[in-house]
């Protein structure tokens, strides 16, 4: 007994999804996602109306997106960034609700809280078994964390796996544990992922962000807090990945052994 079912729309019909249903995605594969689009496309053929989309982020790899809320498919939209491309679309006027937009902190705690619940969450996994558990650590799309799916996967009343690296059970090394899943889909592609790297999560070449990420780095050696065990975080950004890199060749230079970064 497993919780593999054959295609993406059984998975969605098994999974409940009606007019009005309020749907999660997460956005690890960045501009690279192919399951977004794959979900909706599959919605739009079922003929439901009025879905709610609650996505961690946008990106013009979405753009499909915009033609879903013209034909009435999606009416409200719940994310925490959108990117150049598909925000252009929906500041014409597209959607009559509000965007409503949320950090990257303050969405899992509305979701925990039940201020935005989920019906069903569409989680996108690099390799997932057959049984549910999941990993974005390897695979041919592997992304790395999955944490922004966390929530969804916790509080979602029902949650659909989309895979394109199927393995036996028991998955070893998990990042979400099957107990938070109901159904498990394969399919060829869940997304690109030289699409990962792309936007925010490439170093910035442009002169000006440069000078503020070598004036960054030259500020923390100089707080006194560039020390062994030192650590940091930086989240996405063009000129924060680089100040990553000017600390990098100050660490080298001086030995510093840090104890996390990222």
């Known amino acids: 007994m497993d919780k593999v079912v054959k295609t993406l729309r059984e998975a969605?019909?098994?999974?409940?999804?009606?007019?009005?249903?309020?749907?999660?995605?997460?956005?690890?594969?960045?501009?690279g996602d192919y399951v977004l689009n794959m979900v909706l496309d599959e919605i739009a053929g079922l003929g439901y109306k009025d879905i709610s989309v609650n996505a961690s982020s946008l990106f013009d790899c979405h753009l499909p997106l915009a033609d879903h809320i013209r034909n009435g498919v999606v009416t409200e939209l719940i994310t925490d960034y959108m990117s150049g491309g598909i925000g252009a679309q929906i500041s014409e006027g597209i959607l009559e609700k509000p965007v409503q937009f949320r950090t990257h902190g303050g969405r899992p705690a509305d979701i925990i809280k039940g201020v935005t619940p989920i019906d069903v969450a569409f989680i996108a996994a690099p390799t997932a078994?057959?049984?549910?558990?999941?990993?974005?650590?390897?695979?041919?799309?592997?992304?790395?964390?999955?944490?922004?799916?966390?929530?969804?996967?916790?509080?979602a009343k029902k949650v659909v796996v989309i895979t394109d690296n199927?393995?036996?059970h028991p998955l070893a090394m998990r990042s979400i544990d099957e107990t938070y899943v109901d159904y498990v889909v394969s399919v060829d592609a869940i997304g690109n992922p030289a699409g990962i790297v792309s936007g925010t999560t490439k170093i910035t070449r442009?002169?000006?962000?440069?000078?503020?990420?070598?004036?960054?780095a030259n500020?923390?050696?100089?707080?006194?807090?560039?020390?062994?065990?030192f650590s940091f975080q930086t989240?996405?950004?063009?000129?924060?990945l680089a100040a990553a890199q000017f600390l990098k060749e100050i660490m080298l230079k001086e030995g510093i052994k840090g104890s996390f970064g990222c």
């Open 219 to 229: 500020v923390i050696k100089a707080s006194g807090l560039l020390k062994d065990g």
């Open 206 to 216: 442009d002169p000006v962000g440069l000078v503020m990420a070598q004036t960054a």
């Open 166 to 168: 199927l393995v036996p």
């Open 129 to 155: 078994d057959t049984m549910g558990n999941l990993t974005g650590k390897i695979g041919k799309s592997a992304c790395g964390s999955l944490g922004y799916a966390f929530a969804d996967a916790m509080c």
């Open 235 to 240: 989240g996405a950004g063009g000129a924060t």
């Open 12 to 31: 969605i019909q098994l999974a409940g999804v009606k007019d009005g249903s309020r749907i999660s995605f997460h956005h690890h594969l960045r501009n």
